[in-house]
């Protein structure tokens, strides 16, 4: 089936595209693109005043599936992921059990294709049961699909393990995704280190417990000249460190959540478990580190680490409950108020949600090339929204963001060709 | 329900709230108070282990007529699994007037005030506050010095894990008093001088002493250390237990206080413990006054 994108903003920072024009789309790939160059007609959408650019691909996230079916299922994760304007997500694979052999991986590829509402790439454990004590199936999870590799949740805390994963990995070649976090630096701390746990009474996460961690990383990826991808950077020495790395040609790369940039440690709404997740929500200064971090390239990519949790379980000691908050639908409006207020381009923060993912981690999509995957995001930087936890698409509702005033929002996610309206837009207009 | 139904915390309570607490403690402390909570219910809730203060609130609750239901973490559905939130709405369909909590996990009572339509009292929670203590202690200065204003107030011990170190900065530096928090570098981060332009930090116990008009003395909690703090006991002892010779740098009527329980010939020696200057015991009997005040405060009948 063909489907024409009239008259939207295309926008591809990967070919440094910004025109108004049209895409023309043939069945799972993109025909062709250029200003005005399809009629009105059938599989017509008017994108007037909207923003297209390749699909949004989300590095971090956990479906939950299977094992924690109560708090997301890969239909409901990738149906929220898909009305927040992302056309792919990683899933990290701390489920129960832990996706750490080749039938692990091959499962969700299948849920995926038969429930997911977009493309789901797994990422496989680094070590059997994430435990830190064997090396997983890597060969095998690779040849079934797996894109990445990562104990996410839990660091590895062995050096030796992780250099040999990197080592190991380097042949596919994967990246190795790295929860970066001393154990023993962080041990049953519940927020960030400083003044504001201090007074709450509340054991702290020091900033030193990821930076050492990232530190040790980059030196063991730099000797075996391996693929070290940092999740979800949280503080500036981090971005020092990366940034230093880089410089010297390391091969690492790295990504920031949407919540480390838009909020700190005081933002936290004392003992609500909606701000608690780990990394913690960090200092000021870390903060206005990742945005200069993420509009320098320092920070490859927008991931969200969508943490889905039951109600119950936030409703507890904050000391108690889990680590992790949902974060795809509100990606795309958070990182539009830093474009807003000027402090990162448009080009960077498309580059960040979708070009720059596919481009680290070797996946299809991020460009609107003649000839690409059909994946795309068509969004309204406009649209005014209050964020309604209770509205989300996820099965859970633990956002810090509740009842934000928001602006930009998805309209059309489109995954190898099929467009699937917001559902949350009452009154999308309908394809002609 | 706001900060002002309950009380669960010295950082949000207004001045003149404070100011009504201590004023109604030295009116109980006059006369005997009547029996204006005849007829309603208190809950205390005891997530940790807890002797006087327990039994302070079950005091304090019973000379103003109130019933009291207890229930502790151990030989309850607590022990069974059972959530906070859970349990608390079971105790609260059983007509309860008012709840105090203590929990080892800081926030506690704020979860709980946030969901149940009765006064919640923070008995003591985690590292957090442990406000009617604060309060008994300010009550008890003031049965022996005219004002808190200007008071040099040493307060020597583990201050990283206390409760009592926290409300008792906010009341007192807020009263005006200059607050010397005193003990090894590992159990007074520096992050505690921001606390305000009268505290001050000081890892040598001696120049922590000097000159002070009262010295609070705490306990090592050894409960909530999981990890070394200090090489030993006997270390500590050695560099901070506050002993008879170095309370000479203080004011030689120093008041000499401790919130309890004593390890004696650790923290405090036992002679220092047992000296005229100590008020320890009376910081017991005070602790009564400022709990009925509290509670009449939260559940009396309103003016």
Redo the contacts between chains.
Sequence with gaps: MNLILKNGRLFDPSRGLDQIGDVVLQDDRIRGLGPDIAAAGPGVVDCTGLIVTPGFIDLHVHLREPGFEYKETIETGTRAAAAGGFTAVCAMPNTQPVNDNAGGTAFLLLRAREFGHARLYPIGAITEGSRGERLAALGAMRQAGAVGFSDDGRPVMNAQMLRRALEYSSMFPVPVIEHAEDLHLS??GSMHA??RA??????GISSTSEAAMVARDLLLAEEVGGHIHIAHLSTAASVRLVREAKSRGVLVTCEVTPHHFTLCDEDLV??DANFKMNPPLRGAADREALIAGLADGTIDAIATDHAPHAA?EK??????APFGIIGLETALPLSLRLVTEGRLSLARMVDALTCAPARIFHLPGGSLAPGALADLTVFDPAAEWTCDPALSLSKSRNTPFAGWQLTGRPVYTIVGGRLIPNPALAATPPVS | MNHADHLLGIEHLALPRLQHLLDQAAVFQRKPPERVLSGKRLLLLFYESSTRTRTSFEVAARRLGAETVNVSAVASSIDKGESLLDTVYTLRAMTIDGIVVRHASSGAPNLVADHVDVPVINAGDGMHEHPTQALLDAFTILRHRPSIAGLRVAIVGDILHSRVARSNLLLLSRLGAEVRLCGPRTLLPREFAAYGANVSLSYDVEEALGGADVVMVLRIQMERMRESFFPSEAEYVARYSVTRERLRAAQPDALVMHPGPIIRGVEISADVADSPQSVIREQVENGVLIRMAVLQELLGPRL
């Design positions: 041990a049953g400083g003044p201090l007074q709450l009474g509340l054991r004392p003992y119950h409703l507890q000691e904050f000391d108690k």
